[in-house]
């Protein structure tokens, strides 16, 4: 059964810096892999959709890379900001066309 | 402007009560989802429907009903089977059911029963 984990739970870093965050799934039988971000008590936006043949996706300040075969994501967040501060999520999709999500990264950028 | 709403945003029920949740999007997209969020858990699906008139359960659909009678309407009912219905609610749509495809989200609905 796939499961998807993002670790840490929760981030705290300084404005301006750059910083990573992980996804890591379980089973390599992936169609596509995406990013989205939520507000607090907000729906989800989606940042990035990575394919399965796809190795990265890039958008505005933000990389999302895909390494099936290690079952990792990390999406990279350049000169972070303090509206960049929110929940980050990670979802793949399975052989049924199904999302599988991760719990989520809380990130918050401290001005 | 296109996209889902969700309504409504807060909702209290006392337990034992039936509660339906609203879902409408004017995209055009066949697929429809609900999902459910609890803190410190990723997403889990309650029930999909990729075309009218027809849905699918998801990993968590016991406790709860869909109905798919019009392409833009998606209405959720938690009834009270649901053993531990409060929790965040969130509607999905995309324009098929497939890898291609992103879902788009709507604002959520926050049950809260008592």
Request: net charge positive; proline share 5%.
């Given at each position: 059964?796939?499961?998807?984990?993002?670790?840490?739970?929760?981030l705290s870093v300084p404005e301006g810096e750059n910083l990573v965050l992980n996804c890591s799934f379980t089973d390599s039988a992936i169609y596509n892999l995406q990013w989205f971000r939520q507000d607090p008590g907000k729906g989800l936006t989606s940042l990035l959709l990575i394919q399965s043949s796809q190795r990265e996706q890039t958008s505005g300040r933000l990389?999302?890379?895909?390494?099936?075969?290690?079952?990792?994501?990390?999406?990279?967040?350049?000169?972070?900001?303090?509206?960049?501060?929110?929940?980050?999520?990670?979802?793949?999709?399975?052989?049924?066309?199904?999302?599988?999500?991760?719990?989520?990264?809380?990130?918050?950028?401290?001005? | 402007d296109g996209g889902i709403t969700q309504s409504p945003k807060y909702l209290f029920r006392k337990e034992g009560q039936n509660v339906t949740l609203s879902c409408e999007q004017n995209l055009n997209h066949d697929a429809m989802y609900w999902y459910r969020q609890d803190p410190g858990q990723g997403l889990r699906l309650i029930y999909y429907s990729q075309i009218v008139n027809d849905f699918q359960k998801g990993d968590i659909a016991e406790g709860y009903s869909v109905s798919r009678e019009k392409k833009e309407s998606f209405p959720l009912t938690v009834t009270s089977a649901q053993k531990n219905p409060t929790a965040f609610y969130l509607c999905a749509s995309s324009y098929r059911e497939g890898f291609s495809y992103e879902q788009y989200f709507g604002p959520g609905t926050r049950l809260t029963v008592t």
């Open positions: 059964k796939q499961e998807v984990t993002q670790i840490p739970a929760a990389n999302a890379s895909l390494d099936k075969s290690s079952g990792r994501s990390t999406l990279y967040i350049a000169a972070s900001q303090p509206g960049d501060s929110a929940t980050y999520l990670c979802a793949v999709m399975d052989s049924n066309y199904q999302l599988i999500w991760g719990a989520g990264t809380k990130l918050i950028i401290k001005p | -």
